[in-house]
């Protein structure tokens, strides 16, 4: 009686985020799915027959008539999925370290760290980003300092490149990297840490014996957090990157906005989709793995 009384409780406490999602999320995405596989319009919208040549405009199967196979698709598709990944490792290498040593401050100073970590999102993305246009740009507060220093005899092209891209979007995810792992660390059993240690382990040994399966999931975690917009992100590479820096979420806004054929654009965002769930399932298994280890 208990548990089905929970089990109503837990249902009753559930409904409003289910109803929300099942409205503001799973009805979008499946209008984007049926648009996916229609034809477009001729000035716009869609038209009702199936047609599937927007998938094999992508992959190559395409008709040859009124579309074409482009390889340059898969390009922008391997590219985003190639600076989501780097994201992931840059974010991941400048966070662990810091999580543990924040770990270890006093909680004064621990929480003013937090205050810092979450302070960017007290500011506009867009502010923050054309911030780093002036920072960037060849007449730009880096380029002059570096000339100032005379480490460099001319200005570097950073601005609208790839590389431009990968510092804006780790810049922007850094703190949803950094608070998964900060939370795994500080749940870190300290005890075992150092019962490996009066057991003769080395710190290489007890780092991945120890340290490293208890916060694995907060890596895990962090690495999907930071992923998934990484990929699907368009508005840093189009104030960061250019032509040079161009995403597979550019892309799909290009196809809606501009040049208006709405089922290439949803046939691109389901690839997108696609890519996420692959990625979630990976990391679900992944997570629940290493925490039953753990």
């Known amino acids: ?12 406490l559930l409904a409003p985020v289910t109803i929300f999602l099942g409205i503001f999320f799973l009805v ?21 027959s199936f047609y ?8 190559g199967w395409a008709d040859g008539i009124e579309e074409v196979f482009e390889p340059v698709y898969l390009k922008i598709l391997l590219r985003s999925l190639g600076f989501g990944a780097l994201t992931v490792i840059l974010c991941l290498m400048l966070c662990y370290p810091v999580a543990f040593w924040v770990a270890r401050l006093p909680e004064r100073a621990r929480l003013f760290f937090l205050f810092l970590v979450a302070l960017p999102f007290f500011s506009s993305l867009i502010v923050r980003l054309y911030a780093w246009l002036l920072i960037l740009k060849p007449s730009g507060i880096l380029n002059e300092t570096l000339l100032a220093l005379g480490l460099i005899r001319a200005p570097l092209e ?3 490149t790839p590389a431009a891209v990968v510092l804006g979007m780790v810049y922007v995810m850094v703190p949803f990297m950094f608070l998964p792992l900060y939370a795994a660390i500080d749940n870190l059993d300290r005890e075992m840490v150092e019962a490996s240690m009066d057991l003769g382990a080395s710190r290489r040994q007890t780092f991945f014996k120890v340290v490293l399966p208890q916060t694995l999931p907060g890596i895990i975690g962090g690495a999907v957090i930071v992923f998934i917009p990484s990929v699907g992100n368009f508005v840093v590479p189009d104030v960061l990157g250019g032509a040079k820096g161009l995403m597979v979420g550019n892309l799909v806004e290009q196809q809606f906005l501009s040049a208006r054929n709405w089922p290439f654009g949803s046939a691109l965002s389901m690839l997108i989709m696609a890519v996420v769930l692959v990625v979630l399932l990976v990391a679900t298994a992944r997570a629940r793995k290493a925490g039953g280890q753990a």
């Open 158 to 160: 950073i601005l609208f």
């Open 28 to 48: 979008p995405l499946g209008i984007i799915a049926v648009y996916s596989v229609l034809s477009p319009g001729l000035y716009g919208g869609v038209e009702w």
């Open 52 to 59: 599937h040549w927007n998938y094999g405009r992508i992959f």
């Open 1 to 12: 009686m208990a548990l089905r009384r929970q089990s109503l409780v837990l249902s009753a």
